[in-house]
């Protein structure tokens, strides 16, 4: 059965350094997301892609972040400048359209831990 | 803004015995919902959703939900737990897009950890 994956599972960086994270969709699949859940909080969505660009954002999603397709397996998070409290489960997310009857695919997730 | 309620953090049953997981969530219009369930290691997998007609929502591994307009409530529920049904469960909301909400973005809350006892 077809999965999103991700890549790495447990990520660990220094307070300021960029970070990224990747994540391989499902391959018929056209939209894709980002969430994350600090340990103990909610699932927050951050940022939904399609056709090479980001369709939505969140509020956290600001400009210390960024998101890429630079291939077509591959889906990227970037964080420029990591800071204590990026520390968080990233998940990535894949579905083949848009609206909610669309199930979300997610991945495993990624551990980030900025220290 | 929109949020979704799991008042349980923990929750504990002895295999065998039944389940019920609630969540309620604090919107308007009536969202799209959902239960996720992710097992250690493992990505968040949809057990149902409900859009729309028959309150009562059949998913997979046996669980079922129900929709309470009144209550704002889509409780899970499970009439015998197996001990692979031990997990997180997460409930979460979307939003139409007629009534406003982004098409994308789903809400969650915080999830129930489920723990089963022999």
């Known amino acids: 059965e077809p999965e999103v994956t991700q890549t790495p599972s447990h990520q660990v960086t220094q307070m300021g350094q960029e970070v990224i994270l990747r994540c391989v969709p499902i391959?018929?699949?056209?939209?894709f997301y980002w969430y994350r859940q600090i340990l103990g909080q909610k699932v927050e969505f951050l940022v939904s892609f399609y056709n090479n660009e980001i369709s939505e954002k969140s509020e956290i999603f600001d400009d210390q972040f960024s998101v890429e397709r630079p291939d077509g397996s591959n889906f990227t998070l970037k964080i420029r400048s990591t800071k204590l409290e990026d520390s968080a489960m990233y998940f990535c997310?894949?579905?083949?359209?848009?609206?909610?009857?669309?199930?979300?695919?997610f991945g495993p997730g990624t551990r980030l831990t900025v220290l | 803004a929109q949020s979704v309620t799991q008042p349980d953090i923990h929750i504990t049953v002895s295999e065998g015995a039944s389940l019920e997981l609630r969540c309620n969530y604090s919107y308007g219009a009536t969202p799209y919902l959902f239960w996720y369930v992710q097992s250690p290691g493992q990505g968040l997998q949809l057990l149902l959703k409900?859009?729309?007609?028959?309150?009562l929502v059949q998913g997979i591994k046996g669980f079922e939900a129900e929709f309470k307009r009144s209550q704002s409530s889509f409780n899970l529920r499970k009439p015998s737990v197996h001990w692979s049904d031990a997990a997180e469960y997460f409930c979460?909301?979307?939003?139409?897009?007629?009534?406003?909400?982004?098409?994308?973005?789903?809400?969650f809350g915080k999830g129930t950890h489920l723990i089963i006892q022999p």
């Open positions: 409900y859009f729309s007609g028959d309150t």
């Open positions: 391959s018929n699949h056209l939209y």
């Open positions: 979460a909301v979307g939003l139409p897009m007629y009534s406003g909400g982004g098409a994308d973005g789903l809400t």
């Open positions: 997310a894949s579905t083949v359209g848009r609206a909610f009857y669309n199930e979300q695919f």
